[in-house]
């Protein structure tokens, strides 16, 4: 069984923070995806990568993936309320068409 | 509106009922994926279809729960004889596959949450 542990389980910071959160695991994944989820709605994707070592960049959202494709990090500058949400990181493993999901950071980012 | 659609976006019911659920998916996707997600845990995999063909369930499902995906098209998640165990919000994704995107890339619906009293 593939596992992903994302840390920290909540966050809660100021507007205008920074903030990075993680997602390990002892498995490589041929893929890893992030993706953010508001209450009462389903997750939504923000990226995928690919390639160990990867960076992706989406506006304010930096997104690493580790060389040896069992980690992956999200780097949030200066944090606004609409970041609020539940972030998600899925892999990609041994079977090409399912995703397997980590237990997700709770960001919270006060006014 | 062209994305996933599940109904009903809310279901209470009481133990020993039967619920259903369908899931409409995006129509050029292939690939279609049944999640449940309790409070504070990530989506956890439940079965999954490509076209038609339920290729693997999850342990997770007991002999209560039933998939279809007729035609390849909508698809209905069954839990018979409901249990209190089994409130969570059930989340439906599909995918395009290998021939239109990166394997494995999701769009969900807003899912659909069970009360089961």
């Known amino acids: 069984t593939q596992l992903l542990e994302q840390s920290p389980q909540f966050l809660s910071i100021q507007e205008g923070e920074n903030l990075t959160v993680y997602c390990n695991s002892s498995?490589?994944?041929?893929?890893l995806q992030w993706y953010r989820q508001e209450p009462g709605e389903g997750p939504v994707l923000l990226v995928t990568v690919v390639t160990g070592g990867e960076v992706k960049k989406l506006k304010r959202l930096t997104f690493q993936f580790g060389d040896a494709r069992k980690d992956s990090s999200l780097h949030i500058t200066a944090a606004q309320p609409g970041d609020t949400g539940l972030y998600l990181c899925a892999g990609v493993g041994g079977s090409n068409y399912k995703l397997t999901f980590g237990k997700g950071t709770l960001l919270t980012v006060n006014p | 509106d062209t994305g996933v659609s599940q109904n009903p976006r809310h279901k209470i019911t009481k133990r020993g009922q039967n619920v259903t659920f369908r899931c409409d998916p995006i129509?050029?996707?292939?690939?279609l994926y049944w999640y449940r997600q309790t409070l504070g845990q990530g989506p956890e995999f439940l079965t999954y279809?490509?076209?038609?063909?339920?290729?693997?369930k999850s342990r997770l499902l007991s002999d209560r729960f039933s998939a279809e995906r007729p035609k390849g098209s909508f698809s209905t998640l069954e839990i018979q004889r409901t249990e209190q165990g089994d409130s969570a919000m059930y989340l439906c994704?599909?995918?395009?596959?290998?021939?239109?995107?990166?394997?494995?890339?999701?769009?969900f619906g807003e899912g659909s949450r069970l009360t089961v009293l």
């Open positions: 129509s050029e996707h292939n690939r």
């Open positions: 279809f490509q076209n038609e063909a339920q290729l693997e």
């Open positions: 994704a599909s995918s395009p596959g290998l021939a239109g995107g990166l394997a494995g890339e999701l769009f």
């Open positions: 498995s490589v994944f041929s893929s």
